[in-house]
């Protein structure tokens, strides 16, 4: 199979959207208004990655007369949190999908390899009628997401996506092709990666600036 068209990369482009994360880049930007905003650009974003969630129809009474109408069935929707960057955006996700379950990815990038090293999985049971969003702030090298997603589909959820503030072309291209069927959502396609495997311009090390650690 081969890999998506960049075109079906999602790139939010929403003004709100783009605007909450131009302050984040702020190298000025202190760790909880970091976080704030992080909380405020995980909603925001939460309601274009699950724009395609199935519904159901529940009969409910208005104050006049019952009727049919749709719901979603959040117990069925899994945020896959990427540590330890992925937790900054888990509160805002169960602001909008409240009854989601969560699972863990615990991963680390060898500083020498740039590879993904994993020392922590955690996932819901029955996982065959979940759909899985993973998500981690940074798409950089891609080699997380990878790895991560790998580990997911070993536990055979029904669909997978990967939600992103930021993504370099790199990361992009990496994922798409070790997982061509998994659609990114991400507020930011940014220019190129550096030598260590940041992205630029970036906003520094999202972890670091999520928890103020070096």
Known sequence: MSPMP??????????LVQHKLTLMRNKEAS?????????????????EVTRDMPTHLVEIETPLEKMQSPMIDGKKLVFASILRAGNGMLDGLLRVVPNARVGTVGLYRDPKTLQAVEYYFKMPADMAERDVIAVDPMLATGHSAVAAIQRIKACAPRSIKFLCLLAAPEGIATLQQAHPDVPIYTAAIDRQLNDHGYILPGLGDAGDRIFGTK
């Open 31 to 47: 760790s909880t208004s970091f976080r704030t905003l992080l909380g405020e650009l995980a909603m925001l974003m939460a309601y």
């Open 6 to 15: 960049l075109s079906q990369v999602h790139h939010i482009t929403h003004p």
